[in-house]
């Protein structure tokens, strides 16, 4: 069963640490409000916090120097590069811009060992990446014209480093394996920064029944008190 949830609070966050500094209102330069503030602005956790600015600093819009504060940089050129890609602009445009033949249309399921790889519910969809299409999207249709499945480079390397990262979770802690159905996806939330309360909601059960199971997966990770949990489920979240 699939469930409708907002982005996690990290990430918006970051969209609007991004769109302040496209706006020049923390023009390159700039010292940032300090976390102490922007707990308080956008009246979340400092953690969260410190994951929105970690993830601002690794894809070079922040810099941040020990005992003074995180800088702006600006918008960074790979960003830039990114809007000008040829592929890119063909593939926003509208379709009534566009001409072309419709050769072949459907939906294809995805086989075990594909949706195993990559990461994805089995019986989900799969679809070419919008990045790479133009590479890929006369291949891909020469390979289904005879039968066979095609899955991108791009993807592969995906589904690849997923499953290294998964294989390494599992090593440093093989009691994951113990955790239940609802404990995973409970534990997924928290790594997204949902509250108890949030994640009751979206699971319809009791707060009292998921600070239940919180406490049971602190019990079988061995993780010591809410900061671990946190911490823990921050830096997994995508690989469980």
Not at 141 to 170: H, I, N, T, W
Not at 195 to 224: F, G, W, Y
């Amino acid at each position: 069963m699939a469930y409708d949830y907002a982005s996690p609070k990290y990430a918006q966050v970051v969209a609007e640490i991004k769109q302040r500094i496209e706006r020049g209102t923390y023009p390159p330069g700039s010292l940032l409000p300090s976390e102490h503030q922007l707990v308080a602005e956008f009246g979340i956790s400092r953690p969260t916090i410190v994951r929105a600015l970690s993830a601002l600093r690794q894809d070079g819009w922040i810099d941040t120097q020990q005992g003074k504060g995180s800088f702006v940089r600006g918008r960074p050129a790979l960003a830039d590069a990114e809007r000008t890609r040829p592929a890119h602009d063909i593939m926003e445009l509208p379709e009534s811009e566009l001409s072309g033949q419709l050769v072949q249309a459907g939906v294809k399921l995805a086989p075990r060992h594909i949706t195993t790889l990559l990461g994805l519910d089995a019986g989900a969809r799969a679809y070419v990446l919008k990045e790479n299409a133009a590479n890929d999207i006369l291949t891909a249709l020469e390979k289904v014209d005879r039968g066979e499945m095609f899955v991108s480079a791009l993807m592969l390397e995906a589904g690849q480093r997923r499953s290294d990262k998964v294989r390494q979770l599992l090593l440093s802690k093989p009691q994951i394996e113990s955790l239940t159905v609802t404990e995973r996806r409970i534990l997924k939330l928290v790594g997204e920064d949902h509250t108890s309360k949030e994640i009751a909601n979206l699971l319809n059960l009791s707060v009292r029944t998921v600070d239940n199971h919180r406490q049971h997966i602190c019990d079988k990770l061995k993780l010591h008190g809410t900061h671990s949990l946190l911490k823990f489920a921050f830096d997994n979240s995508a690989y469980l």
